[in-house]
């Protein structure tokens, strides 16, 4: 029987959606920008007294935790003008709260394994708890995004030499934008002790 969805077009298509549903959510800050929070008052003013470069290891002591993301983004949105700044943070973020559903669409895993599966969760990752006001579109809590990549990461297989690259180098961001990703470390340590090979030890390297 001919299936009722041709998943080699929807998984072209969701992505798609998502973003619509994005800009539909927000409409007005992605047309206007804003720096939330500490985006504005810590990290942006500190870029602007400092420069770009030393605003990239910027450490807020507040937090606790350097988070390399936010010190990204906000330190390319200091090279706008300024009443552009707060689109490069807003759009940036977006990236990676549209990252988990690619993943998941466009990999083999172990956990999404079927195309309803695959549909079915790359929805749930982005209307669910991440999609929360306090967490939308802002570098601060990108890193909540970061931590669902590097967890379908952990389930990823057949994967090939410039997906691996890829992964090496969300999972390095991640590693270095917050505490969440880091507390994978032991489900890393796992995988690796399982599959001894070279790729899951330098994920596990990475995350040391």
Not at 69 to 83: D, G, H, P, Y
Not at 158 to 182: D, W
């Amino acid at each position: 029987m001919k299936k009722f969805l041709d998943y080699s077009k929807v998984k072209y298509l969701l992505p798609i959606i998502i973003i619509i549903l994005s800009f539909y959510r927000s409409p007005y800050i992605f047309l206007n920008g804003r720096f939330v929070s500490e985006e504005g008052n810590q990290y942006f003013v500190y870029v602007w007294e400092n420069g770009f470069w030393k605003s990239l290891l910027y450490l807020q002591t507040e937090a606790g935790y350097f988070n390399f993301i936010a010190n990204l983004l906000v330190s390319l949105s200091s090279l706008m003008q300024i009443e552009f700044s707060p689109m490069v943070t807003v759009y940036g973020s977006l990236v990676f709260i549209l990252l988990p559903s690619y993943l998941i669409l466009f990999r083999n895993s172990l956990l999404f394994d079927t195309d309803s599966k695959k549909i079915i969760g790359s929805f749930l990752l982005f209307i669910t708890t991440p999609f929360v006001p306090e967490i939308w579109v802002n570098s601060i809590n990108a890193q909540v995004y970061l931590c669902i990549n590097s967890m379908i990461i952990l389930f990823m297989i057949n994967i090939n030499n410039f997906q691996k690259k890829i992964n090496h180098i969300i999972i390095f961001i991640s590693a270095f934008s917050g505490v969440y990703t880091c507390c994978l470390l032991p489900l890393f340590a796992i995988n690796y002790y399982l599959k001894k090979n070279f790729y899951n030890l330098l994920n596990f390297l990475i995350l040391i």
